[in-house]
T-cell receptor, first 112, second 115 residues
Framework: QQKVQQSPESLSVPEGGMASLNCTSSDRNFQYFWWYRQHSGEGPKALMSIFSDGDKKEGRFTAHLNKASLHVSLHIRDSQPSDSALYFCAASEGNSNNRIFFGDGTQLVVKP | DTTVKQNPRYKLARVGKPVNLICSQT?????MYWYQKKPNQAPKLLLFYYDKILNREADTFEKFQSSRPNNSFCSLYIGSAGLEYSAMYLC??????????????FGPGTRLTVL
């Protein structure tokens, strides 16, 4: 069973709108969560990390973590066409080898 | 410089032939990883080097080999390619000390097509 599940598979929002991406883990050993973003033709790049319950805001991006339910979300306000990309949720147990497990990704399209 | 480089970007291989993919980084990262990425699937960890120690995932143990001749370079080797090996192969590295908070830096990937 895949340890990290993401929804929706794809999402289309108008420019200036709010995009909300969701992620759930099935492994209670996971303590550390990331959002990675991959633009076409590039490798994934870390967008945000969140390790504590609650919200973490960086500019237009807000991540929310609920460790009790192992649910992580990413909200993008004032979405821009440049935000169009594949977004991965990733989780880690936080041990020394730094293995992280990815979800299948959410394809976000922001339409001008 | 936070660049991870991969060569080649595209690789065409014949069934049954060997494949060797190359990755390099100049960030002095102690850990380097190889992932396999297929369409609509999550990147799947194949193996990683922590310093000079190779760790291979149990379900792909016999399919992939790797070498790390120095801190900067890491290769992924497929001894006999099958059609199921067609995928994007992503190399990544993480910061010194391999701390639990360390993000991974990814290269652009090598797209392998096996015919």
């Amino acid at each position: 069973q895949q340890k990290v599940q993401q929804s929706p598979e794809s999402l289309s929002v108008p420019e200036g709108g709010m995009a909300s991406l969701n992620c759930t883990s099935s492994d209670r050993n996971f303590q550390y969560f990331w959002w990675y973003r991959q633009h076409s033709g590039e490798g994934p790049k870390a967008l945000m990390s969140i390790f504590s319950d609650g919200d973490k805001k960086e500019g237009r991006f807000t991540a929310h973590l609920n460790k009790a339910s192992l649910h992580v979300s990413l909200h993008i306000r004032d979405s821009q066409p440049s935000d169009s990309a594949l977004y991965f949720c990733a989780a880690s147990e936080g041990n020394s080898n730094n293995r992280i497990f990815f979800g299948d990704g959410t394809q976000l399209v922001v339409k001008p | 410089d936070t660049t991870v480089k991969q060569n080649p970007r595209y690789k065409l291989a014949r069934v049954g032939k060997p494949v060797n993919l190359i990755c390099s980084q100049t960030m002095n990262h102690d850990t380097m990883y190889w992932y396999q990425k297929k369409p609509n699937q999550a990147p799947k960890l194949l193996l990683f080097y922590y310093d000079k120690i190779l760790n291979r995932e149990a379900d792909t143990f016999e399919k992939f080999q790797s070498s790390r001749p120095n801190n900067s370079f890491c290769s992924l080797y497929i001894g006999s390619a099958g059609l199921e090996y067609s995928a994007m192969y992503l190399c990544a590295s993480s910061r010194p000390l391999g701390g639990r908070y360390a993000e991974q830096f990814f290269g652009p990937g090598t797209r392998l097509t096996v015919l």
